[in-house]
């Protein structure tokens, strides 16, 4: 018998214009937590949906438990033991926990969700999970609905468990429950392969580490006695500076002025109550909070998604509250959004469409009338060069068929790109690597040394104090306090997410 449960020799597997596996070997030993660590584009994803039957290899072999299979299908997967979570959950949003999880597994022609339902309670209890078999999809949070992901795996008996960049939509406590759960299949005898970015969560559940950059296998480490700063180095080929360096801020006239504003939620109750902050030219404000204490209502109340109440918004002293989403992009408002995929990009188009989708009626893309087709190739291919947006057509790629990482960059890419007075960034560097990070975080400070102003929102207590010069704390929808980065610490700041002031504070 085969030392590994699961071995991928030489694998090789090209796209039109981009070889995504270049003679890349994997092994994973039984009761392993082994992570893939890679840049955006390196071909983690690809590896893994050759070994769940998504895609087919163009060469080499793989083995499981020692014997050599051809995995042609899903299907053939889940017959093997192997089970996937993709970075976007497979699941039908109308439909209950119990429905998702037998869908396509139960023979004939009605579903026996009451069996079902008792089998998924069981291992829901057997492994911690939680999960209520009668709740609607729609209406549990993300965390909980990668939860079902991961049942649906264990009730198709699978032992080999693959996780696609399983943190990037997780808030800080689902992602230490993430790890626990993981730890605990991983003593049941499951081997788990992890796809990530983040070197910390490596070093916390993973023994081993497959390093991939562009295609190519780079090496294997023992997590243990392997740094952060050198995983980092091998990932991108370089040292990687995790501290962004900016001077001091230099604020100048307000350009965003928010007023007592009050904004309904899905309920239909007050999401933001009375908030009134001022963002000035020059500087970074951040948004500290727990995930669903009003911020994506107060980012949507800006931007024109979402109506407000009552309250007032202005750009640049002009008032912006009742104007048309477009009218606010002229006003000069940027906007990266929290959800890519839903808010950020045309996943249907090329690239080009998506780069120039809020200016395609303005020259140089367009002149009486008529696109001009050669600015907006000239245009779209600056900044994929820019900001290393890899894609196997350039800017013919579909959006939609980028890694998560790339569609990223390339939406940050066209809001930076267009110099915005006020550029609102939500989770900006969800789901990058830290080379792709760090050249982000410079760019934001950029911006802000233009004399824009940028207002940052992220669950990331990190990213929040790396990059941002005044924190505005949120919890429940109101403003606790706003604070200067410098006289402050991440203890304050987590107590005033949690609604407390200090005792210096709130005497």
Do not use: W
């Amino acid at each position: 018998m085969s030392d590994y449960v699961i071995e991928m020799i030489g694998i090789r597997k090209e796209f039109p214009g981009i070889v995504a596996n270049d003679d890349i070997t994997l092994q994973v030993r039984e009761g392993e937590i082994h992570a893939i660590l890679g840049e955006n584009g390196a071909g983690k994803s690809t590896l893994m949906s050759i070994l769940f039957g998504l895609y087919h290899a163009d060469r080499g072999i793989i083995k499981v438990r020692g014997k050599e299979v051809r995995i042609n299908s899903p299907n053939d997967a889940n017959d093997l033991g192997i089970g996937m979570v993709h970075q976007h959950f497979q699941l039908v949003h109308n439909y209950t926990v119990t429905e998702n999880i037998i869908l396509g597994k139960e023979g004939g022609f009605l579903l026996d969700t009451k069996s079902g339902s008792r089998r998924i309670k069981e291992l829901s209890e057997k492994y911690g999970l939680n999960i209520d078999p009668d709740m609607v999809i729609e209406n549990i949070t993300v965390g909980m609905q990668q939860r079902v992901e991961i049942l649906k795996m264990l009730y198709r008996d699978a032992d080999i468990l693959i996780f696609d960049e399983p943190t990037a939509v997780l808030t800080p406590q689902e992602i230490d429950e993430l790890m626990d759960i993981m730890r605990s299949l991983a003593k049941e005898g499951k081997s788990i392969i992890i796809i990530t970015h983040k070197l910390e969560e490596i070093k916390a559940v993973a023994q081993r580490c497959t390093v991939i950059r562009r295609g190519k296998l780079v090496g294997v480490v023992d997590v243990a006695s392997t740094s952060v700063n050198d995983m980092a180095a091998m990932m991108v080929g370089r040292q990687v500076n995790f501290k962004v360096e900016k001077k001091e801020a230099e604020p100048g006239e307000t350009v965003l002025a928010i007023k007592n504003l009050n904004v309904l939620n899905n309920k239909k109750v007050l999401g933001v109550k009375d908030f009134s902050l001022d963002v000035h030219a020059g500087e970074i404000v951040g948004i500290a909070g727990v995930d669903g204490n009003g911020q994506s209502e107060l980012v949507e109340a800006i931007t024109g998604l979402r109506a407000i109440q009552s309250g007032s918004v202005s750009i640049c002293g002009r008032d912006i509250t009742r104007m048309s989403i477009k009218e606010r992009n002229e006003s000069g408002i940027g906007h990266i959004p929290e959800d890519r995929q839903k808010r950020g990009l045309i996943l249907s188009q090329p690239l080009y469409n998506n780069f120039i989708i809020k200016d395609f009626d303005k020259e140089p893309f367009s002149r009486r009338g008529l696109l001009n087709r050669k600015s907006i190739r000239e245009y779209s291919q600056k900044i994929i060069d820019q900001y290393d947006v890899r894609s196997g057509e350039g800017v013919n790629s579909l959006a939609g068929k980028l890694s998560g990482g790339n569609q990223q960059k390339a939406i940050i890419g066209r809001e930076i790109t267009e110099n915005p007075k006020l550029l609102i960034a939500v989770q900006p560097t969800r789901g990058l690597d830290v080379g792709a990070i760090e050249f982000i975080h410079k760019e934001l400070v950029k911006h802000r040394d233009k004399g824009n102003a940028v207002l940052l929102v992220s669950f990331e207590l990190d990213e929040i104090f790396n990059l941002s010069d005044r924190i505005a704390v949120i919890n429940s929808g109101r403003l606790i306090d706003i604070v200067n980065t410098r006289d402050t610490d991440e203890y304050a700041v987590g107590l005033m997410m949690a609604g407390i002031k200090s005792e210096k504070e709130s005497g």
